[in-house]
């Protein structure tokens, strides 16, 4: 049987009077995450604490690291509320760790919120580290570089735990609403969507496929990163959208270093239309400054003005090696690599405008006369629920 577990927050806790929304938030995600194993979360101010029911440590584990808004977690031990008990179970936990103590310095971290326990936190971590010492000869106290830490908390009962994990940190997905991804097959925009969902923001994607001129493997591509990217977003529809007729028309009608930028426009005003069936509040781009031709600060500004909806650019200051560290953190790198090229890439000009004329750019788009190969294509879209 799983063990419970606490789970820590952190800049949830500053949320001042609106702090229990932020909490309860996390608190649903989670046992969303969990559904039918009868897990359940309780607890605040700082401190939940999970018990898992029926589902496995491996599986908590693995919807803690990925759920924003958990600082840390770790398993923890129950005691009763009296020196005997808290050390008799802090001896247990060190010879449940066995060979798997890593190094043999240790510290005890003490805290003692309920004021009636006879000891100090001080006089806790004495205590304690005294009575490893005697058990275990090989082990020392080092409260400055300690090999392992063990934690005691005494609240309205008694915890102790070791090796806690890491949590993604954040906020809560859902707490600052609704946005619209638009997720291409590059390393760019998964990283876009993660960073935007750590900000709390819900997310649907989409994707524009253009078949025959894009292969059915780089619809699969963005589908599995849309997989890999869902458990941090806690679940993802995407969207693909079916672009090639518009693409033709862009061929057909524009000037060739107007294409970039014509299509891109198209994009968002098709990313408009689908954000409003969803009631999204906001797109999400993966787009940072001056990476590529329609990136340029006169050219974001131009594809801008195509929606009324904010847009959000989460990687628009970063270079292209801090992206693929958060790629590979997050395990979309390997797969963005691929060798299957999206639409952007199948139609890109050889030379595209870079500073381009906003006025004559809106001039070109207008006299596409495009909206409603738009309309249908957001209207032929294929939803694929992850």
Partial sequence: MAHKYIIKIGEIALKGKNRRLFEK??????????????ASVSGGFGRFYLSPGEAENARVEEVLSKTFGVVSFAQIHSAEKTVESITAHALDICNEMGDRITG??????????????????????????DKLCQRFSHLSVDVHKPDWILSVEIRENAILYTSQKKG????????????????????DSPVAGYMMAKRGLELDALYF?????????????????????????????????PFTDVQLI????????????????????????????????CLVTGEAL???ASQTLKSISFTGSMTHLPIFRPLIGMDKEEIIHLARKINTFETSILPFEDCCTIFSPKHPLVNPNLEMMTDSY???HIDAELDKAVKNNEKIVL
Avoid: W
Wanted: aromatic share 4%; proline share 4%.
């Fill in 25 to 38: 938030r996390l608190k649903a995600n989670i046992r969303s995450e969990l559904q039918g194993t009868g």
């Fill in 104 to 129: 043999t310095s240790f510290k005890i971290e003490a805290r003692r919120s309920d004021k009636s326990f006879p000891l100090s936190s001080y006089e806790i971590a004495c205590h304690l580290g």
């Fill in 168 to 187: 993604p940190g954040g906020l809560p997905v859902g707490i600052a609403g609704r946005g619209l991804l638009l997720l291409s097959g590059g390393i």
């Fill in 209 to 241: 496929h253009a078949y025959p001129y894009t292969s059915d493997e780089a619809k699969e591509k963005v589908i599995k990163l849309a997989k890999i990217i869902s458990p941090y977003t806690g679940g993802l529809c995407l969207h693909v959208i």
């Fill in 250 to 281: 862009l061929k057909e009608k524009s000037r060739e270093e107007e294409l970039t930028l014509l299509m891109r426009a198209c994009m968002v005003k098709i990313a408009e239309k689908l954000a409003v069936k969803k009631r999204a509040d």
């Fill in 290 to 292: 001056s990476q590529v």
């Fill in 366 to 368: 207008e006299s596409l």
